[in-house]
């Protein structure tokens, strides 16, 4: 028994050693925490089962975008509203997360190439996604106006490059953002190795990021080593690997108007290096400029006066007279124009009106979250065949979606919700003391789209961030464009610290 116990005592022993050891080589080759937390098991280690868990570096800033801190703001109307209005922007408290924006509108030059790209891949055979996609430069028609050479050129010519896209409407926004997610994607896995450049792929045969995640797109480039030991030994990268992108998409009306604010500029002790930032806001912003209510740049310099924003000015000044004109701009001005604001956010007010996610109800401030408040959920997921294996993609390349029914939300305990469909939920449901019948006592349905912002063809009014309209998504308009945003991942801080809070001696671990 003697024997034995020391034999047993010698066997922990060496596997103490054995387990201290993997977990300072690793440390010694920079690998992090290899043991895993909870049973001690050496992790990414193909003798030990070959569970991977890679040490995340964080999220870089996407193209294009900047970092959107999210926090508590007052959501509605920051003047009273028009009294020939409808009161659907009354002022409630709500959080929303923290978030990536594009610095500026989706300007026409991105827009055509995605465009060319569409063409590229599915022109010879599917010509009719093309047209599908392509801008109404109709848009900029009038009775009684001559606009023929915005709608020959606003969109093809290069001098208008940088120029907000327009002639867009919501549906179409909402591809672009899928698309932008997919090219991003696969250029991230080109540069890592995963893919090759493939300028030849074509209608079934594109890369998504859901048809590679899903073993259903290949791209013949260098596999990850996998160390699963019933693997083949080489496996594509997956989301715990810390290459992929989150989805480009619309922002929610909540964070369109909270971003368009930057109150963050109203902080007079923001967070730093060197000091804990204080929960304070000084000033409620009318306009995205700052705690002012005027159009107007107020510094005493040489820019004093000059306009801030992109809008009209009084019936029929679309920008000024000869010799002084205010906002430089007779339509629309390149998305760059104008000062960004304390987010660095350019034309959040003015030049044109953009798309947001939401769906358009008059009294969306009524039952809704206070946390990232949202209306328009219609839940999705991948079409299973009857085996219950994915189904295969369809023939333009893409993994085909169905909607998730009233028994599968109700089997899973969400009885209040009764439905996948949520864009009526608690307001024009089966639930509701009303109704919407399109064309017969509104003309409001489900396809009724927020967009926000001004235009340059609209008055100062509605440059508050704080003001909304609606559009069926299906129609696009000469004074309304879209920029996208991306999610932040785990924390709200936009440098490598973590989310919550540490005190003195408590280890901050990389992410």
């Given amino acids: 028994m003697k024997r034995k116990f020391i034999g047993i005592s010698l066997l922990c022993l060496g596997a103490a050693t054995f387990f201290s050891a993997c977990s300072k080589s690793s440390a010694k080759k920079g690998k992090g925490n290899n043991v895993s937390q909870v049973t001690g098991w050496p992790l990414n280690d193909k003798r030990f089962g070959g569970y991977e868990v890679v040490d995340y570096k964080g999220q870089p800033t996407p193209l294009g975008m900047v970092f959107v801190q999210g926090g508590r703001f007052t959501m509605g109307a920051t003047d009273d509203e028009m009294p020939t209005l409808e009161n659907n922007s009354q002022r409630r408290t709500v959080t929303v997360s923290s978030f990536y924006m594009d610095e500026t509108e989706v300007a026409n030059v991105s827009y055509r190439e995605w465009i060319y790209w569409m063409t590229r891949v599915y022109g010879a055979d599917y010509p009719e996604l093309i047209q599908k996609e392509t801008p109404d430069s109709t848009v900029w028609r009038s009775a009684l106006a001559y606009n023929e ?13 940088n120029y907000p896209v327009v002639g867009v409407n919501w549906y179409q926004a909402t591809d672009f953002c899928q698309w932008r997610t997919d090219r991003v994607n696969e250029f991230a896995l080109i540069k890592v190795g995963a893919l090759k450049p493939n300028a030849t792929q074509s209608n079934e045969d594109v890369f998504t990021t859901e048809t590679y995640l899903t073993q259903q797109y290949d791209g013949n480039g260098k596999k990850k080593k996998d160390l699963d030991v019933n693997g083949s030994g080489g496996r594509n990268y997956n989301l715990g690997d810390g290459v ?75 920008m000024g007279v000869a010799g002084g004109l ?5 339509a629309t001005a390149p998305v760059r124009s104008y000062l960004p604001n ?10 044109v009106n953009e798309w947001v996610m939401d769906t358009y109800r008059p009294d969306s401030h009524e039952d809704v979250d206070e946390f990232r408040p949202f209306r328009g959920n219609k839940y999705t997921r991948p079409k299973l065949q009857d085996d219950g294996t ?63 912002g001004g235009s340059w063809a609209d008055r100062a009014y509605w440059l508050s961030p704080g003001t909304r309209r609606y559009m069926q998504g299906n129609l696009s308009s000469s004074t309304i464009g879209f920029r996208c945003v991306m999610d932040r991942w785990a924390s709200p801080d936009g440098n490598t610290e973590p989310g919550g809070n540490s005190f003195g001696a408590q280890k901050r671990h990389k992410r």
């Fill in 149 to 161: 050479p915005n709608v020959k050129y606003y969109f093809r010519a290069s001098a208008y490059n």
């Fill in 342 to 351: 304390a987010f660095g956010l350019y034309n959040m007010a003015g030049n």
């Fill in 390 to 452: 994915l189904e295969e993609k369809d023939t333009i390349g893409h993994i085909p979606y169905q909607d998730v029914t009233a028994a599968e939300i109700q089997a899973n305990g969400r009885y209040e919700t009764r439905s996948g469909d949520l864009n009526s939920y608690k307001d024009g449901d089966s639930l509701s003391q009303y109704t919407y019948s399109y064309g017969t006592n509104t003309l409001i349905n489900d396809s009724t789209k927020v967009y926000k």
């Fill in 244 to 318: 992929f992108f989150p989805d480009y998409r619309l922002p929610t009306e909540a964070e369109w108007e909270y971003a368009a604010l930057g109150l963050i500029g109203n902080n007079p002790t923001p967070e730093n290096k060197r000091r804990r930032g204080e929960e304070v806001v000084t000033d409620r912003n009318t306009l995205p400029w700052g705690p002012k209510n005027t159009t107007r740049y107020g510094l005493h310099n040489q820019y004093q006066g000059e306009f801030e924003g992109n809008y009209m000015r009084a019936k029929g000044d679309a």
């Fill in 326 to 330: 205010n906002d430089n701009a007779d």
